[in-house]
């Protein structure tokens, strides 16, 4: 265990926090025995790819998931059940489906972070979300140390949610994935017009595979979004707000150009990207932080900018939108 360990390194905001205890664990042992310290409380990190640290330090424990392995369980013709460490690379992840010709996370290429981060918040892109793949997976209990298992329908996913930001939130470490992944007949979703012009400029439209949609996705996603080694971030730092159709009426009168998408149970989502860069948010540099100048969306770390100040910025933000539009954004970014 290293104690007030500066976290500087272990999260993409590229924030100066330290962690009073820090653990890193590689197994569900290691687990345990950090948490007969008695210390508390009890905070896991991934990649630190979807937190924002808002205090100089990190009180209790910090247990680093850096728990890997990656093996197929179960095959057939049709498909794989395939496990992963909670601590594996997210991106290498899929890289290692892709070569051992798995399909069904490809479009979910280059997310940051770590596979146990990924059930939590459902992390989804280009048309598809973990729980289209997710088949279970085990976490240990932070106050029993026992080992759970969920099955698909306890993790209750929605859009960038799950039970472990809800009621669950803070109390399981998330050891192991299983996934439920295609062979030889993959379904591939090309849905997205992005997807679809990439591969043309590639010259793959004719049937393209689950490699070429990785490809693809990871240009894409590699010209429009900061990379965090270069820029601090922590990608979308709000979610998209869901609103009555009603409501969406009312400010479709005022703003007939804002972007939509109707929802089942008469919800229409709208994008949160355009609300903020409504507001005259966009490319906006606050001390060290701001929003993205190619997506109002991501807030950013121009260097040397500290929790608070990129949290008041956020504020800032929701205030603004909040007062042109009635709609109250929410933080995607896990706030500690
Ligand atoms: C440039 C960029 C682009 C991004 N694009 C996307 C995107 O397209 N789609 C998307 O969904 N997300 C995206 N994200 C957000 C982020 O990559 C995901 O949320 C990712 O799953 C976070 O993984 P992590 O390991 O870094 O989690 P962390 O940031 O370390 O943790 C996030 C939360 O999960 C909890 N947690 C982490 N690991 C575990 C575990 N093993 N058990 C229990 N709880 C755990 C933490 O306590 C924390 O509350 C992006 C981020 C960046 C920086």
Redo the contacts with the bound molecule.
Sequence with gaps: MQHQLSLLP????GLDARAEHFAECRSEDDIRTALKSGIRPV?????????LFTRAVVPGLLIK?S?EGISILESNDGEALVEAG??EN?HRFVLWCIEHELGGVEN?S?????????????????GV??KDVFDSLE?VDLETGETRHFDKATCRFGY?DSI??QEA??R????RVRFRLTRHQHKINISYGDIRNTLALMGKTDEPGIADVSEAVVRI?SSK????AQIG????FFKNPEIPAGQYENLRSAYPDMPHYPLPGGLVKVPAGWLIEQCGWKGKRVGNTGSYEKQAL?LVNYGGATGEEVYALALAIIDSVKSKFGISLEP???I?
């Design positions: 272990y999260n993409t905001f905070f896991v990190l991934g990649g630190g790819s979807n937190i998931n728990i909670g601590g997210w979910l280059l997310i940051p972070g770590t596979v146990g981060a990924a059930p939590v918040q459902n992390i989804g892109a280009y979300e973990l976490a960038r472990f930001k939130k803070g399981y470490c998330i050891t996603r979004l900061p990379d965090p971030n922590c990608g979308s991501v995607e970014v896990n500690w």
